[in-house]
C-alpha cells in the first residue's frame, strides 16, 4: 500500500507505540484518525501531527462506527486500520475481579474484532485495504500470572489469522505485530513494574516502524525484535521443552 494519501485508523493513539505509530504515519503522507480514551492525550498527539482526533473508549461498542464515520465522512476514504489501544494485568488469575477480566476481554479481544467488522464493508468495495493487530509475545508463549492478557493476545491472534483466510483475494490484508517488551507505560498501567534485565525494553518507534511495514507491505506476521521468533519456534516444536527451558531461565 502506498501511503501518501492513504487515510487510516489508529486505536491507542495518544502515547506509546499507538502515538510513535501515528507519528510515523503521517511522516509518510498518511492522514490518521487517532483515537484514544484521554483527551488531553488525543489533543497532544493532533496537535503535533495533523492527526484528526477522536476521544473514545473502545470498550464502548460504538467507537468503532465512529472511527469508521470519521474516516470516510471527513476524508473520503478507509485504507487502513491499526488496532493497537490495549492493556495489561499481572497478578494471579484467582485474585482478579470480574470486571477487570471484562476489561481486557472487551479491550484487547472484543475491540479489535469491532474495529474489523466496521472496516471491512468499505474495504471489501473498494478491494484495498489493510488491517493491522497490535497481539503480543505474551499470545504465543503465554506468561504466568498474566494469564488472562496472554490467552486474550492469543485469541486476537485466532481472530486475525482466520480472519484473513477469510478475506484473501479481496485486496484487503490482515497483520499481526507482535511486540516483546515495549519502554512504555503498559507496565505501571498492569499494575507491576518491569523488572527483569532480559530482555531489555525497546523504544516503542521501532514497533511503530514494524506496523507501518505490515500496513504497507501487508506481512502475515512481524515480531519485534526478530530474535523472539527462536523462543516462538521451540514452543511451536517442542512445547515440552521450552516449559522446561522457561521454568529454569525464566
Do not use: C
Not at 140 to 165: D, N, T, W
Not at 226 to 245: K, M, Q, S, T
Amino acid at each position: 500500500m502506498q501511503l501518501t494519501g492513504a487515510v487510516a485508523v489508529v486505536t491507542g493513539a495518544g502515547r506509546g507505540i499507538g502515538a510513535a505509530t501515528t507519528r510515523l504515519l503521517v511522516r509518510r503522507g498518511a492522514t490518521v484518525v487517532a483515537l484514544g480514551h484521554r483527551a488531553d492525550e488525543i489533543e497532544a498527539i493532533t496537535a503535533e501531527t495533523g492527526a484528526t482526533p477522536l476521544v473514545a473508549d473502545v470498550r464502548d461498542p460504538d467507537h468503532a462506527r465512529l472511527a469508521m464515520d470519521i474516516a470516510v465522512r471527513r476524508h473520503g476514504r478507509l485504507d487502513a486500520v491499526v488496532a493497537n489501544a490495549g492493556i495489561g494485568h499481572y497478578g494471579d488469575v484467582a485474585e482478579m475481579s470480574t470486571e477487570r477480566i471484562d476489561d481486557l476481554v472487551a479491550t484487547n479481544v472484543r475491540a479489535p474484532m469491532l474495529l474489523a467488522r466496521a472496516a471491512l464493508p468499505s474495504m471489501l468495495e473498494q478491494r484495498r485495504g489493510a488491517l493491522v493487530f497490535v497481539t503480543s509475545i505474551a499470545g504465543i508463549l503465554l506468561v504466568p500470572h498474566e494469564s488472562v492478557y496472554s490467552a486474550s493476545k492469543a485469541a486476537l491472534e485466532a481472530f486475525a489469522g482466520a480472519l484473513r483466510q477469510e478475506v484473501r483475494g479481496n485486496g484487503v490484508t490482515v497483520s499481526t505485530v507482535l511486540p516483546g517488551v515495549v519502554d512504555t507505560g503498559f507496565f505501571d498501567d498492569r499494575g507491576a513494574a518491569y523488572q527483569r534485565e532480559r530482555p531489555r525494553p525497546q523504544p516503542p518507534e521501532r514497533v511503530a516502524k514494524a506496523i507501518v511495514r505490515a500496513v504497507e507491505r501487508g506481512d502475515d506476521r512481524l515480531v519485534v525484535p526478530p530474535w523472539f521468533r527462536l523462543p516462538i519456534a521451540v514452543r511451536g516444536a517442542a512445547p515440552g521443552l521450552y516449559e522446561r527451558l522457561a521454568r529454569r531461565f525464566g
